[in-house]
DNA sequence: GTTGTTGCAAACAGTTTGCACGAAA
DNA sequence: TTTCGTGCAAACTGTTTGCAACAAC
């Protein structure tokens, strides 16, 4: 018998806590992810997962699913349309390479005073942002 | 004769001096975007605009035209997909009511410290960044 | 007059849904 | 054994494209 990794087991614990079930294909869905610099959009995991059988309303509904619990977040690509890739942590924000698409997250983003701010000149009460950073990777700089 | 708005005379001049003409469906579709609070999304654009005999065709051309020329930038609705807003200014950043979808758009953004670190921690070139900051506005706080 | 733009309709791409079967708990 | 999840295919929604007529310059 097999031994499962960590994450996979984390993961089947936080779906049936749920009261969902943990299948096969859920776990083939967040591999994909989970084991992807760039992420992918939902046709590219369609087409890479229909090798696998797994079938595309499984693949839609699955990452939703995914999404829905905070293992999965999105970012744009150059087209504006949103590629989803794993999130290591919470409150965790994406720096996107503009070249090879390839996403780091980083963690230490302080927006409070900012927020303070906004709060103050525009009578908003803040509830949160969303921030993407964009540039080139090491990789893609030579 | 009557005379135009000077947003619609500068609109104007920005397309013909990129050798692109100005017609009254691209100032219509303008005006639709510039006078309102919460933006579009495409859908709902095409909606509105069927009234005045702009074919979606239009809609979806004058659009991405007018985002490509920086005059139209987008925000994200609860379900994830764009609606478009005018930019007032350049390097503007959104501030959105989650509940009725009203955009306020502030320039006073500093990420300079936390794109410097970024670059030493990570080795990327920074190059720019998207931010959309949530909220709910004094009018929705009731 | 020249050439970019429009509206239409058809083609296309992406997403959602209903349902019978299978498998997780 | 009892649901919930799956795959399939059909329906649906949203987006793009080709083209003849038109209008901005």
Known sequence: ???????????????????????????????LFRDSQRGYSIPEAIEVLKDQNIGMATVYRTVMALQEIGRLSWVHDQNGDHRYVACKSMHGHPLVCEKCGRVQEFVSCDLSVLERLLAVETGFTITGHRLEVLGICPVCQV
């Open 1 to 31: 018998m097999k031994t499962k990794e960590p994450d996979i087991v984390d993961l089947g614990n936080h779906f049936r806590r749920l009261g969902m079930r943990f299948t096969p294909q859920r776990e083939a869905v967040w591999k």
